[in-house]
């Protein structure tokens, strides 16, 4: 997958707040099953199974099946992308930020 496939795949996937609650649960844990997820999450299964399949697409999470589960853990490289993404815009707000704080120290010495 291409840069700009990457940052899109990503974005689309964090883009659902289900999925991105889904992402923070897996992150707090080693791993998961998607029926301890389905716990407390006010989805159904089925609904939490294509959310992370989402993810996984996206390279957010990775899975484990073991026996009759599937266990799911946080793929913190996944993110690369989108930090790659902002970084390269960073210069950008930075410079944007520091004159702004001249601009309010003209306006309000």
Known sequence: ????????????????????????????????????????????????????KHLKQAGLVAERPAGRNVYYRAQPEGLKPLVDWMDHYAVFWRDRFDNLKSLLKEIDP
Do not use: K, N, Y
Not at 25 to 32: A, F, G, N
Not at 37 to 46: D, F
């Open 1 to 52: 997958m291409d840069q700009a496939a990457a940052i899109t795949t990503a974005m689309r996937a964090l883009a659902d707040p289900t999925r991105r609650a889904l992402l923070e649960r897996v992150t707090r844990s080693d791993e998961m099953t998607v029926a301890d997820l389905t716990r407390g999450s006010g989805v159904t299964q089925g609904a939490v199974s294509q959310h992370l």
